[in-house]
Each structure stands twice: as structure tokens, then as C-alpha cells.
């Protein structure tokens, strides 16, 4: 198999003008690229190892590329819990970005972590986004069972 990388760097492109759009950003992909992929970071802290590696099965290369850039896979995950530790753990991944891409408030983040999981829905078939979605805390579930059937 042959790796095409213009390729991989034309889809790439393609897919943070649309990505963009959809969050509302306009043409700005440099800051929806830091979203896209803080909360894929923020993701992947959270889930199994094993549920990683079949999400990112599902996942175009340059998506794939942006879940795994710089992993450490860490045998004890952390304890998030609810909603806003995620926002946080998100924003902590975005470093000193974060201000200016989600706010002070978490309402924003909220807004864009909802958003691209119903994005992600064009690469990621609905039993992997369930299979997520049942391995998540309680209170972290509608993060992604309001965006499922999408």
C-alpha cells in the first residue's frame, strides 16, 4: 500500500473548511484544527485503550493522525466524571489557545465538543459512537447519545 500524503494533506484541508463552517468559524481552520483536536485528546484520556483503537479504525488518516500526535497511553485513566471536568480537561489539551478558542464560559465548549461529535458521525458508523457512548460516566453519556442518530 502506498502512502499518498498530498492526499492525505488535500482531505485534511477539505475536511477543516468544512469542519469550520460547522462550528461556526468561518474560514478559520487553524482554531478549529486546536478544536478538533483537543477534543479528540480529551477523548481519547477518557475511553479505553481497546475503544480508542477501534474508533481511530474507523477514522481518515489525517484524523487518525491528529487522535494519536503525541499519546501516551497511561494504564489509569483520569476520573472525569461530569461535563465540566471534561470542558476542562479539553481546554487543558488547547494549552494557551483555549481562552481564546472556547471562552471563559464552558457553554461554548459545550457547544463545539456537541458539534463535532455530530461531525465525527460522517466517519465513525453508529455502533462504534454507542460503544463509546456506553463505556462514558453517567453524566458524560449525552455527550455523545444526542448526537448518534446523525
Same mark, same amino acid.
Given at each position: 500500500?502506498?502512502?499518498?500524503?498530498?492526499? /492525505?494533506?488535500?482531505?485534511?484541508?477539505?475536511?477543516?473548511?468544512? /469542519?469550520?463552517?460547522?462550528? +461556526?468559524?468561518?474560514?478559520?481552520?487553524? %482554531?478549529? +484544527?486546536?478544536?478538533?483536536? &483537543?477534543?479528540?485528546? +480529551?477523548?481519547?484520556?477518557? $475511553?479505553?485503550?481497546?475503544?480508542?483503537?477501534?474508533?481511530?479504525?474507523? !477514522?481518515?488518516?489525517?484524523? %487518525?493522525?491528529? /487522535?494519536?500526535?503525541?499519546?501516551?497511553?497511561?494504564? %489509569?485513566?483520569?476520573?472525569?466524571?461530569?461535563?465540566?471536568?471534561?470542558?476542562?480537561?479539553?481546554?487543558?489539551?488547547?494549552?494557551?489557545?483555549? $481562552?481564546?478558542?472556547?471562552? =471563559?464560559?464552558?457553554?461554548?465548549?459545550?457547544? =463545539?465538543?456537541?458539534?463535532?461529535?455530530? /461531525?465525527?458521525?460522517?466517519?465513525?458508523?453508529? +455502533?462504534?459512537?454507542?460503544?463509546?457512548?456506553?463505556? !462514558?460516566?453517567?453524566?458524560?453519556?449525552?455527550?455523545? =447519545? &444526542?448526537?448518534?442518530?446523525?
Amino acid at each position: 500500500m502506498a502512502l499518498n500524503f498530498n492526499q /492525505y494533506a488535500t482531505e485534511g484541508n477539505t475536511f477543516l473548511k468544512e /469542519y469550520a463552517k460547522h462550528l +461556526g468559524l468561518g474560514k478559520d481552520t487553524e %482554531k478549529a +484544527g486546536r478544536i478538533v483536536t &483537543s477534543i479528540l485528546h +480529551g477523548l481519547r484520556e477518557i $475511553i479505553p485503550i481497546q475503544e480508542s483503537l477501534q474508533f481511530i479504525a474507523q !477514522l481518515p488518516m489525517f484524523l %487518525k493522525a491528529a /487522535y494519536v500526535n503525541g499519546w501516551t497511553i497511561k494504564k %489509569k485513566k483520569p476520573k472525569i466524571k461530569h461535563m465540566e471536568e471534561f470542558v476542562e480537561l479539553v481546554k487543558k489539551f488547547d494549552g494557551a489557545a483555549a $481562552i481564546n478558542d472556547y471562552g =471563559y464560559e464552558n457553554e461554548l465548549a459545550e457547544k =463545539y465538543i456537541d458539534l463535532t461529535f455530530r /461531525y465525527l458521525r460522517k466517519y465513525v458508523s453508529l +455502533g462504534e459512537m454507542e460503544d463509546i457512548r456506553d463505556g !462514558l460516566p453517567k453524566n458524560l453519556k449525552s455527550m455523545i =447519545y &444526542s448526537n448518534i442518530m446523525f
